[in-house]
């Protein structure tokens, strides 16, 4: 069984910076796509960002782009999110996920495209 815990949230001023980070164990064959998604109050879970098992391949929603960066320590079995140039809308809860696979295929995957799941940590960005 995958458990994934992440830590690194609270609350910060726009323009600022957060790096989220996610501790996984488990089965090694069940940590391999890793990725961020997000939920924000009254809306769906939205995809953030994902890395493929050797952190070759990165991919992010379009919003932010240029600001996040995720990257992970295989030896660590952790995972990133870089958050910089913080925005009032990127407040939501943040989600961890984890999947079997060593890169889920899609550019912009949906939740099911991962099998392990975080608590989520709150992120709140506001002045």
């Known amino acids: 069984q995958v458990q994934l815990v992440e830590s690194g949230g609270g609350l910060v001023r726009p323009g600022t910076s957060l790096r989220l980070s996610c501790a996984a164990s488990g089965p090694p064959s069940s940590i391999y796509a890793m990725g961020w998604f997000r939920q924000a109050p009254g809306k769906e879970r939205e995809f953030v960002a994902q890395i493929n098992l050797s952190g070759a391949v990165k991919d992010y929603t379009n919003s932010v782009k240029g600001r996040f960066t995720i990257s992970r320590d295989n030896a660590k079995n952790t995972v990133y999110l870089q958050m910089n140039s913080l925005k009032p809308e990127d407040t939501a809860i943040y989600y961890c996920?984890?999947?079997?696979?060593?890169?889920?295929?899609?550019?912009?995957?949906?939740?099911?495209?991962?099998?392990?799941w975080g608590q989520g940590i709150q992120v709140t960005v506001s002045s």
């Open positions: 996920a984890a999947g079997s696979k060593y890169y889920t295929g899609q550019k912009d995957p949906e939740s099911t495209d991962f099998e392990s």
